[in-house]
């Protein structure tokens, strides 16, 4: 027997070891799937009867748990929500949230629109979009970060009786990013083509709004989970609030906080790009202020196309560079 002929059993065998080992290891891989599958539903019915015997209504009609053998997904024909005792109400259409097998930690979830809710003290909305999407990086024990992007947005009130609704807003995009800096969350955000219907801000006018933001909310991952009643004791870190329209352009930054008496601790830095615009938009939302407005932008106009001013409140009382602006009052 020549040497060719030996080596022919010996890559034979490897060859059925390899075979062997893959269908072991996805014999393996199809078991924790469905385990995982029957998890998920029978972990759901729990929290959905948990929820039920508090007299809460939940629920995730349809749940199905597809995919395999290459993703997960789980999917919903629409969610809802109802608690009587609190008067709270939401529902909204389908939901699907697919994980892939090459990246199991990264799931991506959309939802169908409308979003109805129901709140003391706020009038029922109807809010829908074009497309909805969340991004998840999952680990422990929070998740390293999540995103959520809009298109289309829009919204309106959704009277219970047999009024009319009224436009509130629309936009075109809008996202939003939120993670973890240590005890901290940081979030970064921005949206553009907002429209606020002028019914909705009591006949006031306002031309399309851009925006942007860069905010880290402190000491954000203890208040996870948390029903924050009040927003004494909170702070925030504003590195950068961006709103324009068209050659108008304000940015603040800067820290603000709220002490435990309610009032507003504040040192921001406000810039403005071309005061005169700026002084027209804000002239058309406030009316009665218009002559006032023009006034002290026209002096600030003097300062080059693009000044900057501290703003700074003590104690509630607010001063804009050497200008004193008035009291703020207590927060709740």
Known sequence: ??????????????????????????????????????????????????????????????????????????????????DDAKNVAASAG???????????????????????????????????WDNLQANVKLSWPLPRRISLQAEGLSGQTDPADDTDPVELFSAGKADGQLQPNGRDIDYLGNFSDLEIDSDAIGGRVLPALDASGDVTLKNGVALIGTQMKSLRGQAIEIRNLDLSSGTARVTVSGPLSVD???LIEADLMIKLKDPKAVAAILGGAIPEQKSQIEQGFAALALLGNEPSMPLKVVKGKASLGFIPLGKIKPLE
Do not use: H
């Open 1 to 82: 027997m020549t040497s060719s002929d030996e080596r022919k059993p010996k890559r034979r065998r490897r060859l059925l070891w390899l075979a062997a080992f893959i269908v072991v290891l996805f014999a393996i891989y199809s078991t924790g799937w469905f385990y995982l599958a029957d998890r998920v539903r029978s972990e759901a019915d729990k929290a959905v009867a948990t929820l039920n015997k508090s007299g809460v209504q939940a629920g995730c009609a349809n749940l199905q748990v597809s995919g395999y053998p290459l993703s997960f997904a789980i999917s919903c024909d629409n969610l809802a929500y109802e």
């Open 94 to 128: 389908s939901f699907n949230a697919v994980a892939q097998i090459t990246q199991p930690l990264s799931p991506v979830a959309d939802l169908r629109g409308p979003l109805r809710t129901s709140v003391p003290g706020m009038v029922p909305l109807w809010i829908d």
């Open 260 to 262: 435990a008496e309610g």
